[in-house]
């Protein structure tokens, strides 16, 4: 009998594996380091990569992993220094200690940070946090009863033996920078990190699937500002004087922007070997650039780095080195991109659904439109449409291009306010609720031109959906425990679990179509909407999408397809409204809809009725 032979070294060789040592030979290289070397050059050097790592690993957790990009954080180094100082002076606190309480006091300028700036994205964001820096040094320069102004404020004198030099800095600042780590480590793995992540590739696609993002943002905010507060405060202590125009310094936040860029924005270690990195090249400008034009030059050559950074290594060393590594392996997206439909098992296996919460009266239907009104400008593009879905039923909404179909879905999940009329779910009115709060009462939809998070993998997509919002369920890990499982049953159920650890935009177009379907479905709506599911995708995928629907509409969801594919609406739907210029103009079954000369007038124009019996197939 032959038995097969096992490599007892492939878990010793494994990637991670080798990581994991490398990262721990270096925490250990740089703790045994100042008992080995006294020397004070290194020493300082050393402290001011630990100083530049936690400031770009808390950098990165706002713009990294939430995608705001913040010119800002600097101005947090600043707070945290200031508060330490103060009560070091004033109360007699150690620096050391009061450090933690000026993470705490950026902590909390970074929520009002992201009270106002929670509703600007992009440029404008970048200008709101610049802002929020140059109003900083102006608060500090100009509270002169409190901060002494440009006089600057002196620090008391460390206490220790003059033997240990700096070693006390050195070895908080170390601390703080694993604990960063670690919690950016922790983030990344947690719900709120994915939900970050969601927002950074589609914030309204996560607002739609039930994640609060304007409380996410201004965690993800206060997140990013804490270790850096607490740095400052070590920060300001090691250097014993404090002055607004060094400690609130555009050229520092020029430098948290390139150690994140140069290792790799978004990544757990690319911030820490971007620093690591960058900080020779800030000894070298701090002992060669000298006088009143020296800020100036910083910034021309942090400038010249920052576009060589972005036209040449535009992911960062350690995004781009994965990619080479899998070029090189044969084992690139572009070799994997895509399964054949035929080799998924076309018997899916049937899920499991809870039961609706919530009775209806008899005869009351699950959504009822009544007036609903949306216009742009001038152009009406619903006008006064009503209609209502029964509970349980397939339910299309049909009509010819610009009828104002995918508008009705958007004002349906709220990614449009409504002009006028009103949305009742369950009996209960949704039009005046936000977005999240419209997918936890039991809406969920699809798009027509799919909308998954590309960075993210299958299975963390369908991390992403929340069925209801707590601060403490933030912390839950999403590659472990029920929710984990649960996503790979809806993942297995739409025939994609094979490719639950392959990002979603290296999949096929039609990959992602069932992806998007078993996200909504992880929200375990009781109606589902669904925008053209048979749009651009191959015979064979749309009856494997029309088998899900039948299936799902049997353990009890509730549909509602707009659909272009008239002869899928007509197999599938129990009931049909039409809409032309925004108005439902017929109801009725798929028979009475195929042959209403209303029906066949708004599609094909005028004195068309005659043709109801050769072409009401043909919709």
Known sequence: MNVPRVNTGTAWASPRRFQALAIALAVTVLALFPLVSDNAYYQNMAIMAFLLAVMASGWNIISGYTGYISLGQSAFLGIGAYTTALLSIHLGWSPLLAAPVGGLTSAAAALLLGLVGRRTRGIAF??????FLEFAALLVSNWSSVTKGNHGLALPLPSWDRDLLNIPFYYALLVLLVLTVWASWAIRRSTFGIGLLAIRDDESKADGLGVRTDRYKMLAFAASALPIGIAGGVYGYYI???EPAAMFDIVIAMQILLAAHLGGVGTLWGPVLGAFLLEPLNQFTNQTLSGPDAGSWRMIMYGTLLAVIVLFLPRGIITESRA????RRGTAPAARAGVRL????ATLPAPSLPRPVGELPPGEPLLRVTGLGKAFGGVKAVDDCSFTVREGS???LIGPNGSGKTTVFNLLDGGLG???????LAGRRID???????????????FQATRVFPRLTALENLAVPSRSYSTRGLRAGVFTGEEAERAQEWLEFVGMGAYSHHLAGELSYGQQKLIELAQALVLEPRLLLLDEPAAGINPALVERITDIVRKLNAAGTTVVIVEHNMPLVLSL?????VLAQGRVIASGPPHQIERDPAVLDAYLGDNQAAMAGTTGANL
């Open 126 to 131: 970048v200008i709101v946090s610049f802002a």
């Open 394 to 396: 397939v339910t299309g």
């Open 324 to 327: 080479w590594l899998s070029r």
């Open 240 to 242: 014993s004087f404090l």
């Open 418 to 424: 409504a002009d006028s009329g009103a949305i009742e």
């Open 573 to 577: 739907c129990d009931h049909i409204h």
């Open 432 to 446: 005046r609720l936000p977005r999240w709060r419209r997918a936890h009462s039991g809406l969920a939809r699809t």
């Open 342 to 345: 035929a080799d998924v098992p």
